[in-house]
């Protein structure tokens, strides 16, 4: 069965002094367990198109509440977010990056790169128009 | 690499490798996404009508929902404790299993001209 798990187990949050590059890590499990939430939204949307125009139309409700588009902005800078630091995960499997400078640094280039994405997916296609329903 | 790895172990590789396919796969998708001219049922039904599109989000489904099941498992792990730990994984892991379906019967009516 599932317990105990077979791998060393996170220690508890409260053990640590704040740093921003925990909060980071953090965060990389939050914005994990968010997306994970909303690819019931990116199959439910699928299930619709497949379902013909009444049901898609409905979806087509449902995602253009405001509730809705909060959540998919939201998920937007989660993707970004989950994407570079998923590659800074990927680096430190791999052996690189594990000083404390490099590790702050590589901090930095991730919230960087996750507001410049965030952006430029906003302001450079139709998405601000899509999230916002402004015409 | 160890050519019997152990379940975690195997966890553990196939989250990375789940990771890496997923770059191409998400970036694919949202790139297709925005330049669709709208999203309405027209377009998008025209859209994942296409073989190869049609592959592609399906290949994106499955790497998301096991990529997720995995993750939410780990988190499940770390964070739920005694009895409704086992009860949390096994629910994690039927909710992702029923949208595994749901993806795969979307994906199949998308393709094969919609109303399915």
């Known amino acids: 069965m599932h317990s105990p798990a077979e791998r060393p187990l996170s220690p508890h949050l409260q053990v640590y002094r704040p740093m921003y590059t925990m909060v980071l890590s953090i965060l990389h499990r939050a914005t994990g367990l968010f997306l994970s939430a909303c690819s019931l939204l990116f199959v439910g949307w699928l299930v619709a198109a497949a379902a013909g125009p009444d049901a898609y139309a409905a979806a087509g ?40 400078s490099s590790a702050r640094a590589s901090a930095a280039v991730v919230l960087v790169c996750t507001a410049a994405a965030f952006a430029a997916t906003l302001f450079l296609t139709p998405a601000w128009r899509w999230l916002t329903g402004t015409p | 690499m160890n050519p019997r790895p152990g379940r975690a172990t195997r966890h553990w590789r196939n989250q990375r490798l789940t990771s890496i396919a ?3 796969l998400g970036l694919w998708f949202l790139a297709a996404l925005l330049r669709q001219p709208d999203l309405d049922y027209a377009t998008v039904a025209a859209w994942l009508a296409k073989p190869l599109q049609a592959l592609l989000a399906l290949l994106l489904g499955i790497a998301i929902l096991w990529h997720s099941g995995q993750g939410v498992q780990v988190v499940l792990e770390d964070y ?13 892991q039927f909710i992702h299993a029923v949208a595994a ?16």
């Open chain 2, 22 to 24: 997923l770059l191409p």
């Open chain 2, 101 to 116: 379906a749901a993806l795969a019967w979307a994906v199949y009516g998308l393709v094969t001209g919609g109303g399915a």
């Open chain 1, 61 to 100: 409700r449902f995602f253009s509440g405001f509730a809705v588009r909060f959540v998919l902005t939201v998920a937007l800078a989660a993707f970004w977010y989950h994407l570079f630091a998923g590659i800074r995960h990927l680096a430190w499997d791999l052996g690189f990056g594990f000083e404390k």
């Open chain 2, 80 to 92: 739920v404790g005694g009895r409704l730990r086992g009860f949390s994984i096994r629910l994690s």
